[in-house]
């Protein structure tokens, strides 16, 4: 979506660790000790894929993987901010109704049609609604 409507879609992350996975505070805090060494997404990613096997070591293996320095992710991972970060993240979902993970919201609204059709359309209504050009419209300069 973010190649469709470069200059129309800015996306927003919020962590919301579910209650069911025992790991998945943790892990949160982790993504963004890693983002501290710019390694958010490529973390992100290799967590989902390993999300029945995540541990505290699974974790750290990704870390190394990914070849941050382990002694600043251990720091980060407890950095208050971090920490109240995660905290701020599961009060503004559950403010916003979030109930599991991924949801989508465009514009306060959630995305109920959660295929890359469905981003396209809704993501066209808003635009239509702000009285913004679709991107097939706009002229190159």
């Known amino acids: 979506m973010i190649e469709k409507y470069p200059k129309q879609v800015k996306i927003v992350y919020k962590n919301f660790p579910i209650q069911s996975h025992k790991h998945s505070e943790p892990a949160a805090k982790a993504a963004l000790a890693a983002q501290k060494q710019g390694k958010f997404w490529p973390f992100h990613d290799l967590l989902y894929a390993?999300?029945?096997?995540?541990?505290?070591?699974?974790m750290r293996d990704i870390a190394s993987q990914l070849k941050l320095d382990m002694?600043?992710?251990?720091?980060?991972?407890?950095?208050?901010?971090?920490?109240?970060?995660?905290?701020?993240?599961?009060?503004?979902?559950?403010r916003a109704g979030v109930r599991g993970v991924p949801t989508v919201f465009i514009n306060g609204r959630r995305l109920r049609k959660r295929s890359l059709e469905g981003f396209s359309e809704m993501i066209e209504r808003e635009l239509q609604k702000a009285g913004n050009s679709s991107p097939q419209k706009i002229k190159p300069k």
């Open 50 to 58: 390993h999300y029945k096997d995540l541990s505290d070591k699974k």
């Open 71 to 94: 002694v600043r992710f251990e720091k980060d991972r407890k950095n208050p901010a971090i920490v109240g970060k995660v905290r701020a993240d599961i009060r503004d979902g559950n």
